[in-house]
């Protein structure tokens, strides 16, 4: 098989994975939003030699470390936070990172470099993605779970997920916790 089937038929498989995760977290993704994570997915993953798991731990590192995107970095910082709260939360969650914070981190970085492109198709999918974030972060999830048949995030960061983003995947792997509902009642209530 020549290069480029292979690269077809990797994607192929991709497409059809990220299919089934849309389906079964019941999220749609816009088209041009699905291709750039497809091709997101085949670059970082696809790539033969490249260690995906360490890249994610060492992201995590730098932003324990208070590590500060620059301009140019901000579709590194958005990719990167969109691929490892998604595929890796579990590095997260053992540096004590809420995942959270990486949705944030991708949305402001997404939101910002779609604000400095001069008006282009590739503006509107950055705008795009920052908007769809979240459901992006589903897909992965559901994909992850898809893989292993077990939760990649822990109860805790189900619930900031639900709470503060509003991650209907996070609300579902929170109820595999507990049958408790969980409440949105104000913290500075005393009671």
């Not at 459901?135 to 589903?138: I, K, P, Q, R, V």
């Not at 929170?174 to 509902?181: G, H, K, M, P, V």
């Given at each position: 098989m020549q290069s480029?089937?292979?690269q077809l038929a990797e994607l192929t498989?991709?497409?059809a994975l990220l299919t089934e995760a849309q389906h079964v977290a019941r999220v749609y993704l816009s088209?041009?939003?699905e291709d750039y994570l497809l091709r997101l997915?085949?670059?970082a993953i696809g790539i033969p030699g490249s260690n995906v798991q360490q890249d994610a731990k060492a992201f995590v590192e730098r932003?324990?470390?208070n590590w500060q995107a620059s301009k140019q970095a901000l579709l590194a910082v958005g990719d990167e936070s969109l691929l490892f709260s998604g595929l890796f939360p579990e590095h997260a969650i053992r540096k004590g990172i809420p995942i959270t914070h990486f949705v944030q981190m991708g949305v402001n970085a997404y939101r910002e470099y779609a604000a400095i492109e001069p008006e282009s198709s590739e503006r509107k999918i950055h705008a795009a993605l920052a908007d769809q974030f979240v459901?992006?972060?589903?897909v992965l999830h559901t994909l992850r779970e898809l893989q292993q048949d077990t939760?990649?995030?822990d109860a805790m960061n189900a619930y900031q997920l639900w709470r503060e983003v509003g991650s209907a995947h996070a609300w579902h792997?929170?109820?595999?916790?507990?049958?408790?509902?969980?409440?949105l009642h104000p913290t500075n209530v005393r009671h």
């Open positions: 480029s089937e292979l498989g991709w497409r088209p041009p939003v997915l085949a670059q932003l324990a470390d459901e992006l972060l589903d939760p990649c995030i792997v929170l109820r595999q916790f507990t049958t408790a509902s969980p409440s």
